[in-house]
């Protein structure tokens, strides 16, 4: 049976918006401008006074570096977000051409030394 009130995903996303605008120092208008959406939805979003769209719930993730079913999971951890860069990072590694990748394997084992 469901509760009476505001669906428990919008808490969820209001929360994780905070926590990571505080961890960025962002304020809603930063993260407005990243996200490309009005302050005003943004705000709207992180009072929870209406539901985020699936397209603005993708575009507040992305401004994030996250994707939009990450910002619904109670609560986005850091290691999440970790786990999101290190996969850009090794993507960005099978991207690139053999003498970049032996300039990175030379560093990463230079540092792994110490």
Known sequence: MLKKGRPQTRKVLANNLRRLMVDRNWTQA??????????????????????????????????????????LMPPVSTEL?????????????RNSNDSDREVIVNLVERMTRK
């Open 30 to 71: 930063e993260l407005a401008e990243r996200a490309g959406i009005a302050q005003k939805t943004v705000s709207q979003v992180i009072n929870e006074a209406s539901a985020a769209s699936i397209e603005t719930a993708e575009a507040l993730a992305k401004a994030f570096g996250l994707e939009a079913w990450q910002m």
């Open 81 to 93: 977000e970790k786990a999101q860069e290190m996969a850009t990072l090794i993507k960005q590694v």
